[in-house]
């Protein structure tokens, strides 16, 4: 390939199809191809390179090392397993509505891997996603709060499409976590729905039960006054 052609497109930020063009060009010269349909082939591989990219720094972002999809979890564990929901949720189409749901369940049913499966749908969807443990969140504030960066943290747990928080409830947190969490709660429900007068009651959006086995994850959706697009384990 011409260099001068592959640096003037590097400079356009052109990398994509920097990198199809070799392939482009030896498909034309096999079979050829209208000039219209090599730019559409070139425009689409260079839209394709830009999705690539960006979905692996969303899942950085996400602090998702490890990419894990509804397509690799074992349905047969549990036939109980409400597959049709959770394939529903992967889809993100419930982070749209700001709503919120609770993966519950003993340790080793698969909750970790639904819960980024969803995240990881959600990014897909072009949503923002954050996945963190409760205890490495409330380390989190603490070293926040002794930088002085409590502020951005919070604005960062806001803002985020969907925030996936696991090992919720897995033992007691300090008061000052605790507090930090309730914050976090309060001001994303708060981003989607303005304060009223009466009293916002968190707790509440958390009673239904959906799936009584207790050998499963339990599913609970949460109702309009939970806090948007968390998630626990």
């Given at each position: 390939m011409?260099p001068?052609?592959?640096?003037?497109?590097r400079?356009l930020?052109?990398?994509?199809?920097?990198?199809?063009?070799?392939?482009r060009?030896?498909q034309?010269?096999a079979?050829?191809?209208p000039?219209?349909?090599?730019?559409?082939?070139?425009v689409?591989d260079?839209?394709?390179?830009?999705?690539?990219?960006l979905?692996?720094?969303?899942?950085?972002?996400?602090?998702?090392?490890?990419?894990?999809?509804l397509?690799?979890?074992?349905?047969?564990?549990?036939p109980?397993?409400p597959k049709?929901?959770i394939?529903e949720?992967a889809?993100?189409?419930f982070?749209?509505?700001?709503?919120?749901?609770?993966?519950?369940?003993?340790?080793?049913?698969?909750?970790?891997?639904v819960?980024t499966a969803?995240?990881?749908?959600a990014?897909?969807a072009?949503?923002r996603?954050?996945?963190r443990s409760?205890f490495?969140?409330?380390?989190?504030f603490?070293q926040a709060?002794a930088?002085?960066?409590?502020?951005?943290l919070?604005q960062?747990?806001?803002r985020?499409?969907?925030?996936v928080?696991?090992?919720?409830?897995?033992?007691?947190l300090?008061?000052n976590a605790?507090?930090?969490?309730?914050?976090i709660f309060?001001?994303?429900?708060?981003?989607?729905?303005p304060?009223r007068?009466?009293?916002?009651?968190?707790?509440t959006?958390?009673?239904s039960?959906?799936w009584?086995?207790t050998?499963s994850?339990?599913?609970?959706?949460a109702?309009?006054?939970?806090?948007?697009?968390?998630?626990?384990?």
């Amino acid at each position: 390939m011409n260099p001068q052609l592959s640096t003037r497109l590097r400079h356009l930020r052109l990398s994509g199809m920097v990198e199809a063009l070799p392939g482009r060009v030896a498909q034309a010269e096999a079979a050829p191809l209208p000039h219209l349909e090599f730019l559409e082939l070139l425009v689409e591989d260079e839209l394709a390179r830009r999705a690539d990219r960006l979905f692996a720094r969303r899942l950085k972002q996400a602090g998702i090392t490890v990419e894990k999809t509804l397509a690799d979890f074992d349905w047969t564990f549990n036939p109980k397993i409400p597959k049709t929901k959770i394939v529903e949720l992967a889809s993100a189409r419930f982070v749209a509505t700001h709503g919120g749901v609770l993966l519950i369940g003993p340790p080793g049913v698969g909750k970790s891997h639904v819960a980024t499966a969803i995240a990881i749908g959600a990014i897909r969807a072009g949503r923002r996603a954050l996945v963190r443990s409760t205890f490495d969140l409330a380390a989190d504030f603490a070293q926040a709060e002794a930088t002085g960066s409590r502020r951005e943290l919070v604005q960062q747990l806001t803002r985020v499409d969907l925030l996936v928080l696991e090992d919720f409830g897995m033992k007691k947190l300090g008061a000052n976590a605790a507090e930090d969490l309730l914050e976090i709660f309060v001001r994303r429900h708060e981003a989607v729905n303005p304060p009223r007068r009466h009293r916002l009651r968190v707790g509440t959006a958390w009673r239904s039960r959906v799936w009584p086995d207790t050998r499963s994850p339990e599913l609970r959706p949460a109702q309009s006054e939970a806090a948007p697009g968390c998630r626990r384990r």
